[in-house]
């Protein structure tokens, strides 16, 4: 098992409420990721970080932010969620090791937003 | 452009008998390729992966894939199918550009292992 954790594992919230939504790694790993996933199964990367103070857009537009603050902590933010928002939340992380070493994953965050 | 394509959304097989989740790929230079599986309500599990030497890697569960360079393909195969192996499974690949180690990931294959 991955030491990834990733908190609400489920989360049921009205429009424009203000979430949070907290990952954390105790591996040290430089490299972080959140991934949305829809219901119909695709990945989409939405942001990630080198390092602490660095954070990037990934390839899906989201209206989400992030923040690293900490290498072990990456949390993700939605200042006024949408139904549009619904999905689940991966978050990811990796050492860094050139190109070739794999994501470990924590479980996810499912968001649904009424 | 790097891209990886799951031809099949899902694929049926009996218990015991062989499984094929099929994968493709594009990418400039050496792929770097992965496979992950995911169970319900769970994040993804890392299985296997390429990135140089033979071409036929093990990983976790019993599974292999083989690195085919002509074909540009790196299906994910198992000699005996269980019942607890039906999930969905993500071939990866390396992407280059703004994420050092970003993984561009295929769209998923369902497999279902009927008793």
């Known amino acids: 098992e991955a030491d990834i954790y990733q908190t609400p594992r489920y989360l049921v919230i009205g429009t424009g409420k203000k979430i949070t939504l907290e990952c954390s790694q105790t591996?040290?790993?430089?490299?972080m990721y959140w991934y949305q996933q829809d219901p119909g199964m695709e990945l989409h990367l939405i942001h990630y970080?080198?390092?602490?103070?660095?954070?990037e857009k990934g390839d899906l537009s989201s209206e989400s932010t992030v923040s690293r603050i900490r290498t072990e902590h990456f949390p993700l933010t939605l200042e006024s969620a949408r139904p549009s928002h619904t999905s689940q939340y991966l978050c990811?992380?990796?050492?860094?090791?050139?190109?070739?070493?794999?994501?470990?994953f924590g479980e996810g965050s499912r968001l649904t937003v009424l | 452009a790097q891209s990886v394509a799951q031809p099949e959304d899902q694929v049926n097989v009996a218990e015991g008998n062989p499984l094929t989740v099929k994968c493709t790929y594009s990418?400039?230079?050496?792929?770097?390729l992965f496979w992950y599986v995911q169970y319900p309500n769970r994040g993804l599990q890392f299985l296997l992966k390429?990135?140089?030497?033979?071409?036929l890697v093990k990983g976790s569960y019993g599974f292999e894939a083989e690195f085919n360079k002509s074909q540009t393909s790196f299906h994910l195969k198992k000699p005996s199918a269980l019942v607890s192996d039906s999930a969905l499974y993500f071939c990866?690949?390396?992407?280059?550009?703004?994420?050092?180690?970003?993984?561009?990931f295929g769209t998923g294959t369902l497999l279902a292992v009927q008793p």
């Open positions: 990811a992380s990796n050492d860094g090791s050139g190109n070739t070493g794999e994501l470990f």
């Open positions: 591996m040290g790993h430089d490299k």
């Open positions: 970080s080198y390092g602490v103070n660095s954070t």
């Open positions: 990418v400039s230079g050496n792929p770097y």
């Open positions: 390429y990135i140089t030497g033979d071409n």
């Open positions: 990866a690949v390396r992407g280059y550009g703004g994420a050092t180690n970003k993984l561009i």
